[in-house]
């Protein structure tokens, strides 16, 4: 699968717009979680969707029922219609003002086609189809919600949202969205209601103790900084079942019968990978995963279903880059293992803990690198109307920030498309050292 930026077609943007709630809502100060407003959230992440034509839905406007269907929907999640402010001690807070969420309609002269791989992440053209429009990116006092939909002259349309993370993880904006499909379909509200009660749930105790370990915060000083943003490469692998199988393979081949996720294997791989390609001076440097991990459904903490703050910590596996880079994959495997069953409910107390007493950090930057798994959350199966995403998922890594989304190709294969960012001279080293773990080409590179 290839891709490029090299398109000559025209993206013809109407005005942006606010779009408020179909009603009348509260208007109040709601307080983030601590979980929420640690400064690791405090970014937008943008999210792309792709659909077809659908011959049923001839003569509807995607623009038109979506928009109708964003209203309705903030009256149950007003407090997206309002905006971040900030506290003592840096807390965050939403100003349930009702001022809305920005929407921007638009037509692009091809057709959705015509686009072939480049609706996958990272989205060479994301620029086009969720457009950053001046002054309103920032986390404090703007909104909180971009939404652009692009008609295509085929009848599909690409539907682009920027998120505020401190507001949602990829769960909530999963529930908000489908609550959009169901008013969008004629339902007198949405199936889930929404809980809030961010005051109740993931927040420091009084008073707070660190308990755990977290190296996931731990600020270790890196030899050299290879991870400029402005200056790495990004690219995506696809995993086809062949690739995956081939993975599984190498685990058996080195005497190892333990037991793992698709998930765990295939970060155990990048992991590997990544820091082979990185090739650190010191083999000593300590290097780290971290591994986003769901707290929905975790004992002890009773998080009620509807509930859409963020809800997930990253613990981190730990190795020196040297023992990583020559160890067999089943290290990785096992490392990332242990990590997660940290994950106890005095583990995630702590966490929330650590975000007050170091007054709400960054997670680790050095030699840290972070994935999450949003394969479950469906974001493809988004029906709008016009049937399921082509593509539907976050549409671009960060830096130090991956993500595993679903996908399948033009061959019918389901896998798994993971984003990753490298410095340039290090791409060839890190596909070497994919094709020599897989002992298979790559399907994107």
């Known amino acids: 699968m290839a891709f490029s930026s090299n398109f000559a077609f025209s993206v013809n943007r109407c005005k942006p717009e606010l779009v408020v709630p179909a009603k009348p809502t509260p208007r109040e100060i709601k307080k983030l979680s601590d979980i929420d407003d640690q400064e690791g959230f405090r970014f937008q992440v943008p999210i792309m969707f792709f659909y077809k034509n659908n011959p049923s839905m001839k003569g509807i406007n995607p623009a038109e029922v979506i928009r109708e269907g964003l209203a309705k929907t903030l009256v149950y999640y007003y407090p997206f219609a309002g905006r971040i402010m900030e506290g003592d001690n840096r807390k965050l807070m939403v100003d349930c003002n009702g001022e809305g969420v920005l929407f921007v309609e638009a037509d692009a002269c091809i057709m959705l086609e015509q686009l072939g791989d480049n609706i996958l992440p990272p989205c060479p053209l994301i620029e086009e189809f969720l457009h950053d429009v001046p002054g309103t990116g920032g986390i404090i006092g703007c909104p909180l919600l971009l939404i652009q939909v692009t008609r295509f002259i085929c009848g599909g349309f690409a539907l682009g949202i920027r998120m505020n993370h401190t507001m949602a993880d990829g769960y909530g904006m999963m529930q908000f969205l489908s609550s959009i499909s169901e008013l969008m379909k004629g339902a007198s509200a949405p199936s889930i209601s929404p809980v809030w009660q961010r005051e109740q749930y993931l927040n420091a105790r009084s008073p707070a103790r660190i308990t755990c370990i977290h190296h996931e915060y731990e600020q270790i000083p890196q030899s050299t900084d290879f991870m400029d943003s402005d200056k790495l490469f990004r690219t995506a692998i696809f995993f086809t079942p062949k690739v995956i199988q081939a993975l599984y393979n190498h685990l058996s081949l080195s005497g190892s019968s333990q037991r793992c996720s698709r998930f765990d294997l295939v970060i155990a791989c990048l992991w590997k990978c990544r820091t082979n390609a990185l090739n650190p001076s010191n083999p000593d440097e300590t290097v780290r995963l971290s591994v986003i991990t769901n707290l929905r459904g975790k004992p002890g903490l009773n998080i009620p279903t509807g509930y859409y703050g963020n809800a997930f910590v990253y613990p981190a596996a730990v ?124 399907c994107r590179m």
């Open 319 to 442: 190795s020196t880059a040297g023992i990583l880079c020559t160890a067999p994959l089943s290290y990785a495997v096992q490392l990332i293992q242990n990590a997660k069953a940290q994950m106890s409910e005095e583990y995630i107390k702590s966490v929330a803990d650590l975000i007050v007493i170091k007054n709400r950090p960054k997670y680790a930057t050095g030699w840290n690198f972070i994935v999450s798994d949003i394969t479950r959350l469906g974001f493809e199966k988004i029906d709008l109307g016009w049937g399921n995403a082509v593509y539907g998922g976050v549409a671009s890594a960060t830096s130090n920030i991956s993500f595993c989304t679903n996908f399948k190709n033009s061959k019918g294969e389901d896998g798994v498309v993971v984003p990753i960012c490298l410095p340039p001279l290090a791409v060839e080293k890190f596909k070497y050292e994919l094709e020599k773990i897989t002992c298979e080409p790559l």
